[in-house]
């Protein structure tokens, strides 16, 4: 149970609040890189702020405040040349550090330049995502995470605009046992099927949480099994702040909750799917994008596949879950952990220090590698089966595709 | 003319509020019998609460808070079974009196147990509708009205959400001349008629209204007509507080205003239809539910039929008609009346005592007949047809089967 | 830049506000005739007030505020007979002054009825639109301009609701070098077109700006042209407060923005086209209304004609464009010129006198004639040709005739 103003300082995003200010020291997804063709703009939201972000025609992205300085029209239905983003409305045009070189219908001087000068944030792109780092300088790594990373899979991004805040989302990734009842349970429930089919059903004989450089690994270990289980021995990480890694075998997902402002979460799913060892996966030639969709016709949630199910419980929650008439019990001691670092990174940012898992030496930003499950839940090959059918995966363009993949 | 302290006294519904308490010693329809399966939950809303009711296997409904106790999530998306409602997110399961029996994750003691629970609300069903009572125990019986319980009839129930508060739409009920003028003159210029066609427009000489024990009894006596017809000899009731009994002849309807909170009401149209004298009804497995739609494509108002000439006045009149600026005059007696009524059923809920038409004698609830006109305007048969073809009831999926059942 | 305070004083438009104030000496569109068939009404909204505008079975019109003092129900959805506008709710009947002459249900004494009058406003009908006058009596005359009033010509009326502040259109229409951008390079580029195929594209060497009559002359000269061409020489006119005339040759348009209230403005497009010299027009039998369309089905704006261009630079500068952080330059002097008239005009009102424009003589009245460019950009027929591809003219109903028409 949280009094309102421990809440507020855990929840909400903005400029110059503390958890503001935290999670500006990391970098987030704002669109998938399929979304911005070269030459051209998009309006995004991140943390509180309005932004436009540009691939020039030389495949350089550019990310600045929305509102051109001049007469406050959006830089996010501009055009980008090689000297920048030119407003749609008269031309000013703002170069990668939201200079202004070009102001078309004025004789320029450069004091007059000068002044017109924008905010330009840090963006960059990697396996198929632009990624934008709205903090202080000196901008750490971008994070070069394994998935990002690895050759020969086949890829794709699922997409939902989610009405609640990041945080609620970040506390289902560190309380294991709602599988149980939520993924088990109820779904089965609501496909008509008996929960006992269901390896998500199986009974938590208990749960583990350990801080690792990065974040927070989850274990498990389920009825019937032991601690030599992959649930276990490897489990899967909680990628401090908003990222979990999820699957197994082989699909293996982030689960990426970016906060758009303090009501608002874009909820990405990043998946890699390997081939049969030996076995080429298809080139794609760009990572696909698609949107889950969560409501029905008339506007009750979707409830009939995994991460339905999952949103509908963070949704509901409200905007901003009301924390000060929660019960946490003794399986919620992952939630209490993650609020616990979450003070504690609060504090050290207010030291003048990096937080948890913030990157500066290339060296080590080759390739950051996370432990994840190679046998989850028990199962393996039929597990990655039945999560095509029912899990976000199954609204994939690629789905068939992942599939005759699989069947080789 | 009021106040803004009188009206909000005699509008607003939220818990404490004067009329909220006043109107918490009533049962509201909260759902259709049939929107209901065994084994699920809905969410509902009523006087301004979240709430989740649901079925469990052997039939009997629960009816709670809709956010779980433990982390929030809604208890209106659970799955019902003998035990109670579990909750989607982790299975905490709470029966109809909102004890929580079962933790599933937990190593639960009574006392873990006790301090979960969940505030429950008396919820029984009746005549195909379910009913919910939110106010101090004990609660009253719930009215067994004689439309509910008639045999050898054909049922429906239309339904419509409004975005306004209730009280404009009883002071509607208590304005016979309305008919005259809105059902008559204004309805037959939509329709491109001659308003002289329809025993709507026929004009009112005298208007008349008398308590009884339910509520008021309506009376009218239209020009050429006298007292001795059924118009003003036996007239229609209101039914205090929400509800209006309208129909003659082989149709009877109540219609059921209930207040989902200070400026959204879900209107209720619950019909009975007569088979001729001597012949039998068709049997229905389920009173069916059908929408009720009063805006057009473009969000217009639909003026062309009886109901959505109503809708169209009481949502026009704002979210809370602003009585402020209201004209009453000699013909606005009866809305001086109801408003009457409510305040002093309000003094006497102060004073302790049970307002109109609560009952708590079973004896006197076997069956609650109201009397309504069998002739009505002057027409009967013929003024049932013309309704099922301008009134709501021609959205009705039975629509055919009524008139089939009365041609005979 | 202006501080929020001189924001206020010229953007809000509600009864009692300044700029409320000065707006309320001129007429403005409300609906197309086509909309308002006779013995009908409608709900408009001008100047943040809500009123109902109707038509007798005489064609003569009528405009009220639009709740009915009765019961407040909306004489927007009333019926209109010889005596007035009828209310649907009870038949309380006003005339056009305003005043009660009906309460069917009532024994209605001269008294009775007088405190039943509603309040009336001014409106006519000119060139297939309905204009209404919310200001103190005695009401200027109906301005006569040119295009409303020609003969032997094809009309049409476009309209689009916006939701922003009238004043960022206004502004829009006195900053002649948004023209070489906005719809030179940056629909170009939206086109997959080269800019310099575009004579919009072309630089201006100077604008300038004359206070007339009526408003403000804008002039242009671009490069390679002269201050003889047409742009410079004639220019086009800044109608005050809330008009532009635009096109060319064989098309001419008033671009009216209605502020419906502070955030919402109804645009409409008001053209005329002209048949070749020495041939008919088709004869219309009446002005036709279409809708001109400007966000896609993902809520994006539409910037693939020039009109949409214009939208979004107007919407995306927000609600109410914040000008406390925006940075003119000398390109934007039209702007400074328009804020000053503006202000201006304000203190002439305060003073008691009639503001800019008004017209009280008839014999001035007659028509009111407007110079506007015949060669435009330095084109004339292939300009036009265009712009009914590329402007809001694609969508007219009447399209294709106006081509045929032209072709001839």
Chains 1, 2, 3 share one sequence.
Not at 121 to 132: R, S, T
Request: proline share 7%; aromatic share 8%.
């Amino acid at each position: 149970m949280l009094s309102p103003a421990e809440q507020d300082r855990l929840t909400r995003v903005g400029p110059g609040t503390p958890m503001g200010t935290l999670l500006r020291y990391y970098w987030y997804p704002i669109l998938a890189s399929v979304e911005l063709p070269a030459g051209e703009a998009r309006e995004v939201r991140l943390l509180g702020e309005d932004l436009a972000v540009f691939r020039d025609p030389e495949g350089r992205l550019g990310l600045l405040a929305r509102h051109c300085p001049h007469r406050g029209a959006s830089l996010g239905y501009g055009v980008a040349s090689v000297e920048g983003l030119a407003c749609p409305y008269h031309g000013w045009t703002f170069d990668r550090s939201g200079a202004c070189v070009q102001m078309p219908a004025e004789n320029t001087s450069a004091r007059l330049l000068q002044r017109a000068g924008v905010t330009a944030y840090c963006v960059e792109e990697l396996g198929g995502l632009i990624f934008a780092y709205l903090g202080p300088a000196p901008a750490p790594l971008l994070p070069r995470y394994d998935l990002f990373l690895w050759e020969g899979v086949l890829r794709d991004v699922g997409r939902a605009q989610l009405p609640c805040n990041w945080l609620q989302i970040m506390e289902n990734s560190v309380d294991p046992v709602h599988v149980e009842y939520l993924h088990g349970h109820h779904l089965q429930a609501q496909l008509g099927q008996d929960s006992s089919a269901s390896p998500y059903s199986r009974r938590h004989e208990k749960i583990g949480f350990d801080l690792f450089e990065y974040g927070i690994i989850k274990r498990r270990q389920l009825v019937g099994g032991s601690e030599s289980d992959d649930d276990w021995r490897v489990g899967h990480p909680l990628i401090f702040p908003v990222t979990l890694r999820v699957g197994a075998h082989s699909q293996h997902r982030f689960q990426i909750r970016v906060p758009v402002d303090d009501i608002t979460t874009m909820h990405y799913w990043y998946s890699c799917y390997l081939p049969p060892p030996g076995k080429p996966a298809p080139v794609q030639a760009v990572v696909p994008l698609y949107e889950v969709p969560w409501r029905d016709e008339q506007g009750r949630f979707r409830v009939d596949f995994v991460d339905g199910g999952d949103i509908m419980t963070w949704v509901s929650q409200g905007a901003i879950a009301d924390r000060s008439r929660e019960m946490l019990v003794s399986s919620d001691r992952g939630i209490v952990l993650l609020r616990k670092l979450l003070s504690d990174e609060l504090d050290r940012v207010q030291r003048g220090k990096d937080p948890m898992g913030v990157i500066r030496d290339p060296e080590k930003n080759r390739i950051i590698s996370f432990a994840q499950e190679h046998n989850k839940l028990g199962g393996s090959v039929q597990f990655l089966r039945r999560a095509m059918d029912i899990s976000h995966a199954r609204f994939s363009p690629i789905r068939e595709q992942v599939l005759a993949m699989l069947k080789d």
